[in-house]
Structure formats: C-alpha cells, structure tokens
C-alpha cells in the first residue's frame, strides 16, 4: 500500500512533467529540449518574486506571474531559434540544448548553484489508505489529473483543439485548409509551456530544484515518453505510473536503492524498448512520417 | 618527360575529386612543426586534446552523420574503453599498448552489443536506449567505489609517454592522422555510401541487395573502435579517469562537434571539434562566461547555418567545389 500510494503520486508527479514535452513533440514534431527550462524558470521566477515582494505576497499572483515569465521564454525560444530551424531535428535538439546549457549558467551566476526551496503551497500531511502522505504531494497528484482532464476537454471539445490535433496529424492538410500553422505551433509552446511551470512550481517545494536539474528532468521527461510510446499523449500517464511505483518499490526494497532508484526504471524502459521497439501504445510508423 | 607529368597527374587529379585527404596530409604536415612554434604549453595541449576529440567527433559522425544511427550513448565506449585501459594499467602493470589495444577492442565489443540492441529501433527510441546504457554503467560506477573508483575515478596509472607533452603530441598526432584517413576511406568509399543509402531509405536500400543489419553492426563497431582509441588515449594523456567520462556531457561533446562543424562530411567535424575544444578549453579563463559563450556560439552558428560551420562557404557561394 505505501508502494501504490507513493508510486502513484511519485508517477503523476513524473506525468506532469512529461505531458508538454509530448504534446510539443506530438505537434510540432521537434525535440525542444528548452521544455526542461521552461520547468526550471517558473520557480526561480517564484523565489525571486517572493525575495523581492517580501512572502505576504498573495500566492496566486506570483503563481501567474512565474507562468508568465516560463510562456514568455518558450515564446521567445519557439519564435527565435526553433520555428526558422524547425526542419531538421538534429539541429534543432542540439541548438536547445546549448540554450539549456546556457540558461543553467545564467541562474548559477544569479542565483547560486544551491537547490532552491519553495515554500509548500499546502501545509501539513493527510492519511491516504493508512499511508501519512504530505498534502502537497496531493495536491501534485490532483492539479495532474485535472490539467489532463482539462488538456482531454481542449483538445477534444473545442475548435482550437482540433486544429491543434489536425496540424499533428497533417500538416500539409492544416495548411490547404488555410491554417496557420506557425500560430499553431506557438500555441503548443505556450500550452507545454503552461503545463511545465505549473509543474515546476509545484514540484520544486517537495524535490528541491537545482539548476542542474533540467537534464535530469529531460531523462525522466523522454523515458515516460517513449516508455508509453510517441505520437500519443495520454500514453504518458501509464508510463509515468510505471516509472514512478517501481522506483518508489526499488527504493524500499534493494539495498543502495536511493542511490540506483532512477536506474532500475530505466532499465525497464530499456528493456520495454528493446521487445517493443515502439513502446508501450505507440503509433507505428510515427517517426517515418514526421 | 610527359610520361612523368602524366604519373604525377593521377594522384593530383585523386586528390581534386576527394580534397580530404589533401587537407588530411596538410594538416599533418602543419602540425608537426606545431611544438617547434608554440612555446605556449597550454595551447599545445589544447591543440593536443582538440586533435584527439577530432577522432572522437569523425567516428560519431560515421554513426550519425553518414549512417543516420544517431546515439547519445557514445561516450559509452569512449569511457568504457578509458576505463579499463586504466584499470588494467593500474591494476595488473600491463604495458601502455596492451592497455590502449584492450580498450580499443572492448569498445568494438560494446558497439557489436549496442548495435544489435539498436537494430531494430528507430529515431527517438534509438535515441534513449542511447542514452540509457552510459547511464545505468554510471551508476554501476558509482556503487562500486572499491574497484571502479566511485564518484572520484581513478588516478595515478601510467601516462603516455612519460607525461613528456611533446611526444604525447606527436603520438596522437600520428594516430589521429591514421584514424581520419581509414575513417575518409570508409566514409567516401562504398561503405559510407551504403550507409548514406540505409539512412535514405531503408526498406530501398534492402530491396537493392544491401545487407542492412550487416553494414549497420559495422557501423557502430567502427564507431565504437575510434571512439576506444580517443578514450583510451584520453585515459592514458590525463593519467586519471572519472566518472564524467561516461556522462551524458561526454556524450554530448561528440554531437555538439558534429553538428556545429556540419554533419555527413569528415571536414564538418573536424572543424567542429577544434571549435569545441578551443571554446571549451581556452576560455577556462573566464570562469563565469565560459558556458555561455560556448552556448552562444552553438546557438548564432545552428540559427543562421543550420548546416554547420561547413555550409558558410556554400551558403556565401564562395569555396563551393573546393571543400567537402
């Protein structure tokens, strides 16, 4: 029961950081590694805002506030450096990846290299199934289920969603139809980007964040995704699951599993991929086509 | 007499048609009267690690560039071969080349493993279980702290040459020449062909009698034997290893060059690997900046040439024929 409940929350926690990354590289089709950054800004953005405005500060105003700073860079990025180079992938990846690098460099320079530590937006801790969880680990696990829901309603229901979905499928379609596709495309980075801070905000209160971290959240981000398989979204959260209650389970069981929790998970994406080379509900033939 | 002139036109007209291995054996000959004109020790051995990290950087670029296998797990053998290059030296006493041979030739096991693991997978997918297998060994290093070093490496086995800079750099002056020249015979002969055909169109190139899991093993075993002797070498030159050596940020420095310089061409990351280094190296003098330079320049490069460095001339519509 405490592997489930942990796992769980640990795996949606892992969700909520996967999701932008897929929906950007569903739509766009690009491996924007800045997804990282747009993670890491929004609480940096947050501990300053806090520092500056002194901590009465109502709570929801830094909140958007830091969104707004993480949807501007991913604009900025989107527009600046990936749209014009979208075509091919390589550079694409390789070109975020120094902005990465030199985003990392940028926060050490102003803020330290130490782990930074938000103040926990719930206090306290609940009792879940015999298990004393602490609340904003709750509040992790639901704000989760609800954006998903709330991504399933968009994308789904409304118009701006279907465009979204046809200019995943056919681009070319989108474009005769007399789509725009660039808008689309800055549309999808605004949303991931949303998504990202959102996380980020409310995970860097219970793992402390450190402007290292942005590769580590690359791997986890990448693993769920292919774990679940490309091209399809919601695939994300088995996979998140997975991830999260076997590395909740190694850590308790295995000796030195602190240390080779995060291993053992990718170990079994290693192994999922190498019998399944298209994850668990991928789509074949995603990659040929895009 | 015209007989002669005749003689001496056939290797000039071999060298018009494929100018690499002109620009391979000029720039051996300029780097050989390097240590008489460089008084500067450091540049000497930035010049030094640039030429190795070229070995690194043209192997890759067989792998990705040339056979479209991209792998973020090369400093899989790059460290694996380093490692234990210096762990049989410090162990077991063995000589110098006995040690750089084992490592070379484990790396060739590692990419024959790797590379039947991958044969199946594609793009992203290839991409992370790349990436996972440096990883999960990062780890075994760093639960094994009595015999793979921990988190410190090991230190303290032989160096190459005595630690004498000088013939350390004509050592790896000799062998990075050797390495480029097979690696441009392979990558210009028919087997970069293939490979560029099995990047193209896979299911094409097995419809036109290619072999496809063959020349793709190959590739990664080539690969992974030039990235052993970079690491090896590196191991041996630096006289200690650590676990950086297998990280994601190895892994990375061979995608960076290859990518910077311009990929599928062996010109494109050597340039990129001299870039990289003298980015990476010379500006340890300024402590702060020296990631966002190095960031920077990758960024303003890729932005506006995204072919890399090696598209300037073609996209000025200058130099066109001369290079690549």
């Not at chain 2, 694996?80 to 410090?90: C, D, F, K, N, V």
């Not at chain 2, 440096?134 to 009595?146: A, D």
């Not at chain 2, 020449?177 to 560029?196: C, H, M, P, Q, Y």
Request: net charge positive.
């Amino acid at each position: 029961m405490d592997i489930l409940v942990n796992g769980v929350l640990l795996g949606l926690g892992y969700c909520l950081i996967a999701i932008g990354m897929a929906l950007i590289l569903g739509v766009a089709k690009v491996f924007d590694l800045t997804y990282a950054i747009y993670y890491t800004i929004a609480p940096y953005a947050a501990l300053a805002l806090i520092r500056t405005l002194g901590p009465i500060t109502p709570f929801w105003l830094v909140f958007i506030i830091s969104v707004g700073a993480s949807v501007a860079f991913a604009l900025a990025t989107h527009a600046l450096l990936i749209i014009p180079i979208q075509k091919q992938h390589l550079v694409v990846f390789v070109s975020t990846i120094a902005v990465g690098m030199a985003v990392q460099e940028l926060l050490i320079f102003k803020a330290g290299s130490e782990p930074i530590h938000l103040p926990a937006i719930l206090k306290g801790s609940s009792n879940i199934f015999g298990v004393w969880v602490a609340n904003q680990k709750l509040l992790v696990g639901g704000v989760t289920a609800s954006v998903l829901a709330m991504l399933w309603v968009f994308l789904s229901k409304t118009r701006l969603g279907l465009a979204i979905r046809v200019t995943a499928e056919q681009p070319e379609a989108m474009k005769m139809a007399g789509g725009n596709i660039r808008m689309i495309f800055l549309l999808t980075a605004i949303l991931a980007a949303i998504v990202a801070a959102v996380g980020g905000l409310l995970l860097s209160p219970i793992y402390p964040l450190h402007p290292f971290d942005w590769l580590d959240l690359l791997i986890i981000a990448f693993a769920v995704m292919v774990l679940g398989g490309l091209g399809n979204i919601w695939a994300c959260l088995p996979a998140a699951l997975i991830l999260g209650i076997s590395e909740v389970a190694v850590a308790i069981y295995i000796p030195f599993g602190g240390i080779i929790k995060r291993t053992v998970g990718l170990i079994i994406i290693f192994l999922v991929l190498v019998f399944r080379p298209t994850g668990l509900f991928g789509i074949k033939g995603w990659e040929e086509e895009s | 007499m015209t007989e002669t002139i005749r003689l001496l036109q056939v290797p000039l007209n071999y060298f018009r048609k494929e100018p690499i291995y002109l620009i391979i054996v000029l720039f051996f000959i300029l780097e050989l009267i390097f240590p008489f004109i460089i008084s500067n020790y450091w540049i000497l051995r930035i010049i030094l690690f640039a030429n190795l990290f070229v070995i690194y950087a043209t192997s890759f670029d067989l792998l990705a560039g040339y056979g479209g296998i991209i792998s973020f797990g090369h400093s899989l053998f790059f460290g694996g071969a380093g490692y234990l290059a210096g762990l049989l030296s410090l162990n077991f006493g063995l000589p110098l080349i006995v040690c750089i041979i084992t490592g070379c030739l484990f790396a060739l096991i590692v990419g024959l493993f790797l590379g039947y693991i991958c044969l199946r997978l594609k793009g992203p997918y290839l991409a992370v279980v790349t990436l996972i297998c440096p990883l999960v060994v990062l780890t075994l290093l760093y639960i094994s702290p009595t015999i793979l070093g921990g988190e410190n490496g090991i230190a303290g086995f032989a160096q190459l040459a005595g630690g004498s800079l000088v013939k350390q750099f004509y050592i790896v002056l000799i062998v990075t020449t050797i390495s480029l020249l097979i690696i441009s015979v392979l990558a210009k002969g028919n087997f970069g062909l293939i490979l560029k055909a099995i990047r193209e169109d896979e299911i094409g190139a097995e419809a036109a009698g290619i072999n496809t899991t063959k020349y793709k093993l190959m590739a990664f075993i080539v690969s992974g034997f030039f990235s052993g002797i970079s690491g090896t070498l590196y191991a041996h030159i630096m006289g200690s290893i650590g676990p950086t050596m297998m990280s994601l940020q190895y892994g990375m420095i061979p995608v960076f060059m290859v990518y910077l310089g311009g990929a599928s061409s062996i010109i494109g990351p050597f340039i990129g690997a001299y870039v990289v280094t003298f980015l990476d190296l010379y500006l340890l003098a300024f402590p702060y900046l020296r990631i966002i330079i190095y960031a920077a320049t990758i960024i303003f490069v890729l932005r506006f040439f995204p072919n890399g460095l090696i598209a300037v001339p073609n996209e000025i519509g200058r130099l066109k024929r001369w290079l690549s």
